[in-house]
């Protein structure tokens, strides 16, 4: 009996395994997210049944949830270099000279890997089965970050094939941009602080202190070199591809390259064709591919002689700071902006750009009337990266960071561990104030026609409003007097903020503007709790079982409920007849029947509009997503979906399915 279990566990962490790596290696999926959540349960509960059966390589293992404290160190068995870099054809050519000499030979094999840019990671396997991962560090020793390696889903636990008995692979740890940019969505919906960009948004990921946290980000892993003793091949380039066969995730983009004009073809082609990766790569890696020629070559103190990095020209242009102003966000965050003498740069005239907090003007020294450098990267904004200290004035100051609220006077405080300054006169400071109320009748949460972000703010001006619930007192005489306002204006005004009281309540929750509630998580809240009133009423330990629902989040709402303020103002919107619990209609249209299925839903209607589909997923446990993957899978295909869409759907052999065939789906 128990030796059945123990073939029976064996087999599903095979058959999961493999789809695991069809997916997230291969990219090709064998299996719907469905399913294999249905076959990860079966094996967790008999893993939970049968404790003896514990293999820290399980696929259940990869959740995450295990919270370390702090990193151990741990010294690299062989030294992580560091790359020499070049930024031109003649510095490639500098460098084959060298190599010629060093080696006496004139012809020379290169490899042409592109440069991913993410934080390194050293991972060593003994027996076929993933031991320890360690940052790179100081390249000498680095933190042992095993735990929330393991998340990884495209890192193998267990490889398909011995390789060797024991050795290390070097890779770069990735935030696919995608990823990143949801994540970012998401972060901006929720009142938080966009990531600023992908690499250090992946390297912040990997020293995350709970691993549970790190298993939610979308992060990959591209392998680019293999230690051991003794490699039995030629060559890199085949050392590579016997990687991707056991099981890494080696990218395709590499090339064996016979001279450097090839090598200058593969970097030219790169430099247009990156724009279209789902990474980000900041330059291509020549490497000399001979693996005798590099054990010849050696190290110098810092990087491999056998390679060079080519790094890509960034989109950058330099240009005057007028002058630094401070925006207050509503969660009462400070950001610095540069105002500069408007600029051509990546296509668009740039005219403002992130200085993004006080470490940073000081780390460059950034002065009023500086010429400085602004660069575009990955990320939403530009960024002022460096200055010009050659057209410095003479008469230039260093900058004085603010140390009271631009708008309010409050001293402003910098939480330890935070980068930013906060102004923490939350129920005082005018921009913090109208921030909530201009987010409250935003067209995702309240959706309130005929009221404006500026007639907020004259509003506000005109001390008729202090907070969202004020709104429903306002009366169209107090508004008519009103600076380019007229009768049907206050009317259009009044009967919008009346139609409110119809938003339903999920919407309202993420209007109420509690930090980390993003429109994500309040509909889960909502499904969950269906009244203001409970969720109000909910420990911090009830929140955070909720799907989810994390720590954070659940400390946010729990503050929130404690606020007096908050308490009053929930009670007066509930009497002007805001709905604050799921209606009993449509708690009766949700069931769970599409659970765990993602749809795409692509093109125009007839019998129901695109948001009440959307609506109609999501009362009913699915997921809707705009764009088409792996994980999709259905898309409902309208009348005119688009032609794209629908080849991307046949190569990822996704059923197209109809409205009608949908709401049959239902019943
Ligand atoms: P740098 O940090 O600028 O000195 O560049 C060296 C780093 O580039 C290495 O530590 C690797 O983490 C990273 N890297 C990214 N892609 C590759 C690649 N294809 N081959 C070697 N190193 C790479
Ligand atoms: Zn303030």
């Not at 349960?41 to 295990?66: C, I, M």
């Not at 009142?191 to 690499?199: A, L, Q, S, T």
């Not at 998580?521 to 969720?535: E, F, P, T």
């Amino acid at each position: 009996m128990s030796a059945d279990i123990g073939k029976k566990i064996d087999q599903l962490r095979k058959e999961l395994r493999e789809h695991n790596y069809n997916y997230y290696v291969l990219d090709n999926a064998t299996i719907s997210d469905f399913d294999f959540d249905i076959l990860l349960t079966e094996l967790q509960k008999l893993e939970d049944e049968n404790p003896k059966y514990f293999d820290a390589h399980s696929p259940t293992q990869r959740v995450g949830g295990e919270v370390t404290k702090s990193f151990e160190t741990v010294t690299h068995k062989s030294r992580m270099y560091s790359l020499d870099n070049s930024y031109s054809i003649e510095d490639l050519q500098d460098w084959e000279k060298r190599v010629q000499k060093i080696l006496g030979v004139d012809q020379i094999e290169f490899t042409c890997e592109l440069k991913y840019d993410g934080a390194s990671i050293n991972l060593s396997y003994e027996q076929g089965k993933l031991i320890k991962a360690v940052t790179r560090g100081d390249g000498f020793q680095g933190d042992d970050v095993t735990t929330n390696i393991k998340t990884i889903k495209s890192i193998p636990l267990v490889l398909s094939d011995l390789f060797f008995d024991a050795f290390e692979i070097r890779g770069e740890i990735i935030l696919p941009l995608d990823g990143f940019n949801k994540m970012n969505e998401e972060r901006v919906e929720a009142g938080e602080d966009p990531y600023r960009n992908p690499r250090n948004t992946a390297s912040g990921s990997l020293k995350l202190q709970d691993s549970a946290e790190v298993a939610k980000r979308p992060l990959d892993c591209l392998l680019y070199h293999i230690v051991a003793e003794r490699l039995p091949f030629g060559s890199h380039f085949e050392s590579l591809n016997k990687a991707r066969q056991v099981g890494f995730k080696v990218p395709e983009a590499i090339q064996v390259c016979e001279n450097l004009e090839e090598v200058r073809s593969f970097i030219d082609h790169w430099d247009k064709a990156r724009h279209d990766l789902p990474y980000e790569t900041d330059g291509v890696v020549v490497k000399v591919n001979n693996l005798h020629q590099q054990d010849e070559l050696g190290y110098t103190a810092k990087s491999p002689r056998w390679a060079i990095a080519y790094k890509f020209k960034a989109e950058q242009e330099s240009t005057v700071l007028n002058k630094i102003t401070y925006q207050v966000g509503r969660t009462g965050a400070i950001t610095p902006v540069a105002n500069l003498e408007p600029v051509l740069l990546a296509g668009t005239i740039v005219k403002r750009a992130s200085l993004h907090n006080a470490d940073q003007i000081e780390k460059f020294d950034i002065r009023i009337e500086d010429t400085v450098f602004v660069e575009k990267g990955g990320e939403i904004i530009p960024k002022v990266v460096g200055v010009d200290l050659s057209k410095r004035p003479k008469h230039s100051v260093p900058t004085k960071y603010i140390i009271h609220c631009p708008d309010c006077n409050t001293l402003l405080v910098r939480k330890e561990g935070d980068a930013k300054h906060y102004c923490l006169n939350e129920f005082g400071c005018p921009t913090q104030i109208t921030g909530r109320i201009q987010h409250y009748i935003s067209r995702k949460a309240m959706d309130i026609d005929g009221l404006g972000a500026e007639t907020v703010d004259l509003l506000f001006k005109e001390k008729l409003i202090f907070n969202y619930a004020d709104l429903y007192d306002l009366r169209e005489e107090q508004i008519i007097p009103l600076e380019r306002m007229a009768e049907k204006s206050a009317k259009n005004m009044i009967a919008g903020i009346a139609k409110s009281k119809e938003i339903p309540f999920e919407k309202v929750l993420f209007a109420l503007g509690i930090r980390f509630v993003g429109e994500t998580v309040a509909k889960k809240l909502a499904r969950h709790y269906k009244s203001m009133d409970r969720i109000m009423n909910a420990s911090f330990e009830d929140l955070t079982n909720v799907d989810e629902i994390g720590d954070r989040i659940a400390q946010s709402i729990v503050d929130f409920s404690n606020d007096l303020g908050n308490i009053q103002l929930i009670d007066r919107l509930k009497n002007y007849g805001v709905q604050l619990e799921v209606s009993a209609e449509s708690q009766e249209n949700q069931t769970n029947k599409l659970q765990g299925k993602v749809f795409v839903v692509s093109g125009v209607f007839t019998i129901m509009s695109r948001n009440e589909l959307k609506k109609s997923i999501e009362d009913n446990g699915g997921k809707v997503s705009s764009s088409i993957s792996k994980k999709t899978s259905y898309i409902i295909a309208g009348e005119n979906m688009g032609p794209s869409k629908r080849t991307k759907a046949e190569s990822l052999q996704i059923p197209l399915i109809s409205e009608m065939e949908y709401i049959e789906m239902l019943k």
